[in-house]
């Protein structure tokens, strides 16, 4: 059976953190520390939300010299209702598995 | 921080610029995006991490765009095995014997070949996937 698209628990996770505040700009190395994600499944993540039109970019210029921009982003009100929807889906899944656990060791 | 004279900024600068070089052109505002975030990345095991997360993703997309070529170029091949094919069978019965092979073990090689690039095709059409395009706020 097919899996719904961005159902992974590593999408999922990206999505609750990004939800958590979504009008904050965030950076790659905050997304990847909060979520424990490495940056070679970070980012492609990323992209494939950003393709999906879940997510928006911008650059944001350091006040240190010779210091390249780095990137930011959040989710857009399309992604943030679709992030929502996810995540309390998981949640909920995650609520009757636990409960179906329970029931089966007792 | 320096090794031996060439520091880790400049190694990582090095890196930064072979993968720019290696990866499509579309993914390098991605790869400038993970390379950006180097300086902010607290420890050098999570440094070298981070650098190793960023070559792994430029190898993957690599992997993909090779796939896509190599499944252009299985499709040049494939055409060229079932042409074969189709002149070994308007040789079969003449005293033909092309690359010293006799024209029945042709044949098959020849669908062998072609069954072959069929499923080549098939796997690098599964593996290959088109980058996304980099979306600005």
Not at chain 1, 54 to 63: I, N, P, S, V
Not at chain 1, 71 to 78: E, I, S, V
Not at chain 2, 26 to 34: N, S
């Amino acid at each position: 059976m097919a899996r719904k698209p961005n159902s992974s628990a590593q999408t999922i996770g990206l999505l609750a953190a990004l939800a958590a505040e979504p009008s904050v700009w965030r950076h790659g190395y905050d997304l990847s520390r909060e979520t424990g994600l490495k940056s070679g499944t970070l980012y492609p993540i990323l992209m494939r939300l950003t393709e999906q039109g879940w997510l928006e970019t911008r650059w944001e210029e350091t006040a240190v010299p010779g210091r390249p921009p780095r990137h930011l982003y959040r989710l857009t009100a399309d992604g943030l209702a679709e992030a929502r929807a996810l995540v309390a889906a998981s949640r909920t899944s995650e609520q009757s598995l636990g409960l179906a656990g329970n029931e089966a060791a007792s | 921080m320096k090794y031996g004279g060439f520091s880790a900024n400049r190694r990582v600068e090095v890196m930064r610029r072979v993968a720019l070089t290696a990866c499509p052109p579309e993914d390098r505002p991605w790869v400038r995006a993970m390379f950006a975030e180097i300086d902010a990345v607290e420890g050098r095991w999570s440094r070298l991490t981070w650098v190793m997360g960023a070559i792994q993703f430029v190898a993957s997309r690599n992997l993909g765009r090779g796939a896509r070529v190599l499944a252009h170029r299985l499709h040049l091949a494939i055409a060229f095995a079932l042409c074969a094919s189709i002149l070994s069978v308007a040789f079969y019965g003449a005293e033909y014997e092309g690359f010293g092979i006799d024209d029945d073990s042709f044949i098959v090689l020849a669908a062998s070949f072609a069954a072959i690039s069929l499923g080549l095709i098939v796997i690098a059409r599964l593996g290959s996937t088109r980058p996304p395009p980099f979306r600005k706020a």
